[in-house]
Structure formats: structure tokens, C-alpha cells
Nanobody, 120 residues
Framework: VQLQASGGGLVQTGGSLRLSCVTS????????MGWFRQAPGEERIHIAT????????VYVDSVKDRFTISRDNAKNTAYLEMNSLKPEDAAVYYC??????????????WGQGTLVTVSS
């Protein structure tokens, strides 16, 4: 299974970006998908998860109400819509996939990361 994340870039504070994660080599519609981010010198943190059917979603508090995770199973793609971006959102963003239950997200597969830079 391969995951290809894209969509990162430079954006001003308050701006928006949409990240995409295209998956190949597996049955995308059976995977729980998630997004993580890692800022320089910090640990990688889990920021959003979506169930295989898209009906269940969960977010870390710091991005709740600003970020939206979604998926299109017909396109084997997961998305992270990021609005009202802040300088503290700057990080490398990773998508990940897991075959397990939504409530026990333990990724087996990872994308390569896409860099988001937020200018103040």
C-alpha cells in the first residue's frame, strides 16, 4: 500500500490549504485514514481521523472547527481542508492508513509528508 500526500505550500495567516492523500495498492474503502503533523523539533501528533465510510471523524482540539477531514472512496483519496491557518499550524503533514477499528487508529501505512508553511 502506498500513500502519496500533496497540497502543502506557503500560505499567509488566516489562509487555507487543502491536502490530498492518494492511496494505491490496497482497498482504500476499508481503511481508516488519518492525518498527522510534525513541526521542527517536536513530536509527530495525530490531528484527524476518518472512518472507512466517512461517517465518523475526530479531531485534536487545536484544529477542531478549522480543519475538515474527508474522503472520496471512488478516488482512493483522503483530504484535509485547512482554514484559518495560524503560524503554529506550520509543519510537515503526513497521511496514514490503518485497517483496524476507527477508535484504535494505529497506522500501518504512511505517506511521505507534505510541508505547510504559514507566514505571519
Amino acid at each position: 500500500v502506498q500513500l502519496q500526500a500533496s497540497g502543502g505550500g506557503l500560505v499567509q495567516t488566516g489562509g487555507s490549504l487543502r491536502l490530498s492523500c492518494v492511496t494505491s495498492g490496497g482497498t482504500f474503502s476499508t481503511y481508516t485514514m488519518g492525518w498527522f503533523r510534525q513541526a521542527p523539533g517536536e513530536e509527530r501528533i495525530h490531528i484527524a481521523t476518518i472512518s472507512w465510510g466517512g461517517f465518523s471523524k475526530v479531531y485534536v482540539d487545536s484544529v477542531k472547527d478549522r480543519f475538515t477531514i474527508s474522503r472520496d472512496n471512488a478516488k482512493n483519496t483522503a483530504y484535509l481542508e485547512m482554514n484559518s491557518l495560524k503560524p503554529e499550524d506550520a509543519a510537515v503533514y503526513y497521511c496514514a492508513a490503518d485497517k483496524g477499528d476507527f477508535g484504535f487508529f494505529n497506522p500501518a501505512y504512511w505517506g511521505q509528508g507534505t510541508l505547510v508553511t504559514v507566514s505571519s
